[in-house]
């Protein structure tokens, strides 16, 4: 079965800086899609970033973007410039390419912008 | 504007009782998905459907059900067999099929029961 950590609860950055969330899975197939969700306080999910398995080449979007290292199921997601409207949970989640179905999400990261 | 509602947006219920959440989206997506969130988790699935008339369980469908009798709207059931019902509630659509669409998320249902 697949599954999605994150083994940072909660994390701080200083207004301005930049800051990692380290986001591991574990699965057998070899053809899928990462995300990271941001959930304000509002709670509603946001796609941040789209990584595709089979793309050697990290997506960016602004100032988001991933280290992902498919031999390691490693999937980062940097934030730079850090800015106060990024305070928020982000989730990690994985889904196989060919189902479209169910999407499985890591516990979160609780990210603090220090002004 | 195109999107995801679900209402209400707070429900409280005694224990025992049936209750009914709403999802309703304009954004003419075929598939449509209900998910659980509790403090400290991430979502969990607990329907999906992707045609009209057509749905199968996701990781924790016990003490839920579902209909999909209309393509807009896919209305989630928690009935008193779902032993611990409170927490936060998702609803999501795409697009379907393959490979890749976006789920567009609603803006959720905060469910109680006292």
């Known amino acids: 079965a697949q599954t999605v950590t994150q083994s940072q609860p909660e994390m701080s950055v200083q207004e301005a800086e930049t800051v990692t969330l380290s986001c591991t899975y574990d699965?057998?197939?070899?053809?899928?899609?990462l995300f990271w969700y941001k959930q304000p306080p509002s709670r509603q999910m946001i796609l941040v970033i789209r990584?595709?398995?089979?793309?050697?080449q990290n997506a960016t979007e602004n100032r988001f973007s991933v280290n992902f290292q498919k031999a390691a199921k490693s999937f980062s997601l940097k934030i730079s410039d850090s800015q106060l409207g990024d305070a928020a949970m982000y989730f990690c989640?994985?889904?196989?390419?060919?189902?479209?179905?169910?999407?499985?999400f890591g516990k979160g990261t609780r990210l603090h912008i220090l002004p | 504007d195109g999107g995801i509602t679900q209402s209400p947006k707070y429900l409280f219920r005694k224990e025992g009782q049936n209750v009914t959440l709403s999802c309703e989206q304009n954004l003419n997506h075929d598939a449509m998905y209900w998910y659980r969130q509790d403090p400290g988790q991430g979502l969990r699935l607990i329907y999906y459907?992707?045609?009209?008339?057509?749905?199968q369980k996701g990781d924790i469908a016990e003490g839920y059900s579902v209909s999909r009798e209309k393509k807009e709207s896919f209305p989630l059931t928690v009935t008193s067999a779902q032993k611990n019902p409170t927490a936060f509630y998702l609803c999501a659509s795409s697009i379907g099929g393959y490979p890749y669409n976006e789920q567009f998320f609603g803006p959720g249902t905060r469910l109680t029961v006292l």
């Open positions: 459907s992707q045609i009209v008339n057509d749905f």
């Open positions: 699965t057998s197939e070899s053809d899928y899609y």
């Open positions: 989640a994985y889904r196989r390419r060919d189902r479209d179905d169910k999407i499985i």
């Open positions: 990584q595709e398995a089979y793309k050697q």
